[in-house]
Protein backbone atom coordinates (compact mmCIF):
# COMPACT_ATOMS: atom_id res chain seq x y z
CA UNK A 1 0.00 0.00 0.00
CA UNK A 2 1.46 3.44 -1.07
CA UNK A 3 2.00 5.92 2.08
CA UNK A 4 0.08 9.16 1.46
CA UNK A 5 2.54 12.38 1.24
CA UNK A 6 2.53 15.78 1.91
CA UNK A 7 4.32 19.11 1.83
CA UNK A 8 4.34 22.28 3.37
CA UNK A 9 5.42 25.33 1.95
CA UNK A 10 6.72 28.44 3.65
CA UNK A 11 7.49 31.64 1.79
CA UNK A 12 8.98 35.01 3.17
CA UNK A 13 10.63 37.93 2.20
CA UNK A 14 13.98 38.82 4.22
CA UNK A 15 15.61 42.15 3.55
CA UNK A 16 19.17 40.93 3.09
CA UNK A 17 21.25 39.47 -0.08
CA UNK A 18 20.44 35.74 -1.50
CA UNK A 19 24.62 35.29 -0.02
CA UNK A 20 23.49 35.81 3.74
CA UNK A 21 20.54 33.97 3.12
CA UNK A 22 22.52 31.13 1.60
CA UNK A 23 25.53 31.84 4.37
CA UNK A 24 22.79 31.60 7.67
CA UNK A 25 21.32 28.34 6.33
CA UNK A 26 24.66 26.42 5.27
CA UNK A 27 26.92 28.19 7.93
CA UNK A 28 26.80 26.04 11.74
CA UNK A 29 28.30 29.26 13.43
CA UNK A 30 25.07 31.52 11.98
CA UNK A 31 22.55 28.68 12.14
CA UNK A 32 23.51 28.25 15.63
CA UNK A 33 22.10 32.18 16.58
CA UNK A 34 18.60 31.38 14.84
CA UNK A 35 17.73 27.87 15.23
CA UNK A 36 19.63 26.40 18.41
CA UNK A 37 21.00 24.02 16.06
CA UNK A 38 24.06 23.48 13.69
CA UNK A 39 23.90 22.39 10.38
CA UNK A 40 27.10 20.75 9.55
CA UNK A 41 28.12 19.26 5.77
CA UNK A 42 30.34 20.41 3.01
CA UNK A 43 27.10 21.34 1.09
CA UNK A 44 28.51 19.53 -2.16
CA UNK A 45 25.70 17.14 -3.70
CA UNK A 46 26.04 13.53 -2.21
CA UNK A 47 27.79 14.67 0.99
CA UNK A 48 25.88 13.88 4.63
CA UNK A 49 24.54 16.97 6.63
CA UNK A 50 23.68 16.83 10.36
CA UNK A 51 21.13 18.83 12.13
CA UNK A 52 23.34 18.92 15.93
CA UNK A 53 21.67 20.53 18.90
CA UNK A 54 23.55 23.06 20.27
CA UNK A 55 23.92 22.17 23.81
CA UNK A 56 26.99 20.01 26.32
CA UNK A 57 25.49 17.05 24.41
CA UNK A 58 25.49 18.02 21.10
CA UNK A 59 22.77 15.84 20.20
CA UNK A 60 22.37 14.92 16.35
CA UNK A 61 18.87 15.47 15.81
CA UNK A 62 18.26 15.35 11.50
CA UNK A 63 20.36 13.64 9.13
CA UNK A 64 20.43 13.58 5.10
CA UNK A 65 22.05 14.50 2.16
CA UNK A 66 22.78 17.31 -0.15
CA UNK A 67 20.84 16.21 -2.97
CA UNK A 68 21.51 20.13 -4.84
CA UNK A 69 23.36 23.13 -4.33
CA UNK A 70 23.64 25.65 -6.20
CA UNK A 71 24.79 28.83 -4.30
CA UNK A 72 23.24 30.99 -3.19
CA UNK A 73 19.78 30.28 -4.87
CA UNK A 74 19.13 26.97 -4.54
CA UNK A 75 19.55 23.71 -2.21
CA UNK A 76 17.85 21.03 -1.66
CA UNK A 77 18.42 18.15 1.12
CA UNK A 78 17.03 14.77 2.47
CA UNK A 79 16.03 14.61 5.95
CA UNK A 80 15.04 12.19 8.92
CA UNK A 81 15.18 11.84 12.26
CA UNK A 82 18.78 10.70 13.25
CA UNK A 83 16.85 7.72 15.16
CA UNK A 84 15.20 6.73 11.92
CA UNK A 85 18.09 7.15 9.60
CA UNK A 86 18.38 3.44 8.24
CA UNK A 87 14.78 3.49 7.32
CA UNK A 88 14.32 5.15 3.37
CA UNK A 89 10.86 5.77 3.98
CA UNK A 90 11.49 8.39 6.86
CA UNK A 91 12.90 10.61 4.43
CA UNK A 92 11.56 13.71 2.96
CA UNK A 93 13.03 16.54 1.43
CA UNK A 94 13.40 20.14 1.72
CA UNK A 95 14.04 22.59 -0.65
CA UNK A 96 15.20 26.33 -0.39
CA UNK A 97 14.77 28.50 -3.08
CA UNK A 98 16.50 32.34 -2.47
CA UNK A 99 15.35 34.79 -5.06
CA UNK A 100 16.68 38.19 -5.98
CA UNK A 101 13.91 41.10 -5.16
CA UNK A 102 15.28 44.67 -5.80
CA UNK A 103 17.03 44.86 -1.87
CA UNK A 104 15.45 42.53 -0.05
CA UNK A 105 14.90 38.19 -1.48
CA UNK A 106 12.14 35.96 -1.29
CA UNK A 107 13.01 33.01 0.22
CA UNK A 108 10.29 29.79 -0.29
CA UNK A 109 11.26 26.81 1.23
CA UNK A 110 9.42 23.41 0.34
CA UNK A 111 9.34 20.53 2.67
CA UNK A 112 7.70 17.93 1.34
CA UNK A 113 7.88 13.63 0.47
CA UNK A 114 6.21 14.15 3.68
CA UNK A 115 4.51 11.03 5.54
CA UNK A 116 0.61 12.44 5.95
CA UNK A 117 -0.01 12.37 9.80
CA UNK A 118 3.18 11.81 10.57
CA UNK A 119 4.99 13.17 13.68
CA UNK A 120 7.69 14.49 11.52
CA UNK A 121 4.74 16.28 9.37
CA UNK A 122 3.64 17.56 12.33
CA UNK A 123 6.81 19.18 13.74
CA UNK A 124 8.02 20.97 10.97
CA UNK A 125 4.80 22.66 10.41
CA UNK A 126 5.04 24.42 13.57
CA UNK A 127 8.85 24.25 13.55
CA UNK A 128 9.80 26.32 10.03
CA UNK A 129 7.32 29.12 11.02
CA UNK A 130 9.34 30.16 14.08
CA UNK A 131 12.94 29.06 12.35
CA UNK A 132 12.46 31.25 9.78
CA UNK A 133 10.84 34.39 11.17
CA UNK A 134 13.60 33.60 13.67
CA UNK A 135 16.50 33.73 10.51
CA UNK A 136 14.20 36.73 9.09
CA UNK A 137 14.92 38.68 12.36
CA UNK A 138 18.46 38.02 12.78
CA UNK A 139 19.67 38.92 9.24
CA UNK A 140 17.69 42.12 9.51
CA UNK A 141 18.00 43.10 13.55
CA UNK A 142 20.98 41.39 14.26
CA UNK A 143 18.85 39.85 16.95
CA UNK A 144 17.25 36.52 16.38
CA UNK A 145 14.03 35.01 18.49
CA UNK A 146 13.91 32.01 21.00
CA UNK A 147 13.01 28.90 18.57
CA UNK A 148 12.05 26.86 22.10
CA UNK A 149 9.83 29.43 23.33
CA UNK A 150 6.14 28.24 24.58
CA UNK A 151 2.88 29.93 24.25
CA UNK A 152 1.58 31.89 27.01
CA UNK A 153 -0.69 30.55 29.23
CA UNK A 154 -3.72 32.29 29.11
Do not use: C
Not at 15 to 32: C, G, L, M, N, Y
Not at 56 to 72: A, H, I, N, Q
Amino acid sequence: MARELTRFIYVTYIASTPEKVFEAITRPEIARRYWGHENVSDWTPGSRWQHVRVNDSRTVELVGEVRESTPPSHLVITWAAASQADNPDSYSRVTFEITPYEDMVKLTVTHDELEAGSSMAAGISQGWPIVLSSLKSLLETGRPLDVFAKPKAA
